[in-house]
């Protein structure tokens, strides 16, 4: 039973592609083999819709996305 959370430092292409997904913090009793089920979370859930306009042409944005144990 592992209680903490994970935040995971993700880069998406414009075309919706995952290019990036690595460890960015780590906080509580959360393993290596859990830290790992996230990054697979995040490879099955790719792609996604490439970028709208309104973004004004970025070729790749990245964001922090937090699991909680």
Do not use: N, W
């Amino acid at each position: 039973f592992e209680v903490g959370a994970v935040g995971m430092k993700v880069t998406l292409g414009k075309d919706g592609k995952l290019i990036e997904a690595v460890e960015s913090r780590r906080e509580g009793d959360v393993s290596d083999a859990s830290v790992g089920e996230c990054r697979r979370a995040l490879e099955q859930a790719a792609p996604h819709d490439p970028f709208p306009s309104e973004l004004g042409g970025k070729e790749t944005i990245t964001l922090t996305i937090g699991f909680i144990y």
